[in-house]
């Protein structure tokens, strides 16, 4: 007797998955439980203002208006 195409494909498909299915099962029994809170979303820098009006972070160097000339500011990266 022949399966009906739907059928048969759903059989192959369970039985590809059955394994997929169980190394799931055991990652999920590993995994730790989220933490309550959020996560931060940025890093905070505290970085000098040159005299150009310019800060470093990171990589980049950016401009800030030059009344921060000169001073610490506390940037989110």
Known sequence: MVKE???ASE???RQ???RRRRKLAEEQ???A???LSRLSEFEAVDCAVKKYS???LG???YSVPSKYRTRRV???L
């Open 54 to 56: 310019l800060v470093r």
């Open 33 to 35: 439980a989220l933490p």
């Open 74 to 76: 506390r940037s989110h």
């Open 59 to 61: 990589k980049g160097r």
């Open 11 to 13: 059989a192959t498909l």
């Open 16 to 18: 590809r998955n059955e």
């Open 29 to 31: 029994l590993a995994m």
């Open 5 to 7: 195409p739907n059928q």
